[in-house]
């Protein structure tokens, strides 16, 4: 499977922004599909992610601003960002991973998963 990520830019603080994630096939994995970030100078860490069920699990910084969803039959997965803070500043990925759970997946790096190339978030104070 190939990931390509999109929608990312440059937006003022209490902004939003919607990324996509278009994947090259379905993957049939009960969990997870996801996003994670990564500002320079810092560690990568997920952001949020969803499974076959449509269960959810985010970080917990953007609990009630950012929300995850995905449309099965376009192979596409979204996450809607508002009220952007200049901390959410980062590197966006798009990532599918076999993983046992959510939480494993979001928060153990999903070193094993399909990543793709990313695409720039920024939010100007």
């Known amino acids: 499977v190939e990931l390509v990520e999109s929608g990312g830019g440059s937006v003022q603080a209490g902004g939003s922004l919607r990324l996509s994630c278009a994947a090259s096939e379905y993957t049939n994995y009960a969990c997870c599909m996801g996003w994670f970030r990564q500002a320079p100078g810092k560690e990568r860490e997920g952001v949020a992610a969803?499974?076959?069920?449509?269960?959810?699990e985010y970080l917990d910084s953007v609990k009630g601003r950012f929300t995850i969803s995905k449309d099965n039959a376009k192979n596409t997965l979204l996450l809607e960002m508002n009220n952007l803070k200049p901390e959410d500043t980062a590197s966006y990925f798009c990532v599918t991973e076999e993983a046992p759970a959510l939480w494993p997946f979001l928060n153990l790096g999903a070193q094993g998963g399909v990543w793709g190339q990313g695409t720039q978030v920024t939010v100007s104070p």
């Open positions: 969803i499974d076959s069920d449509g269960a959810t």
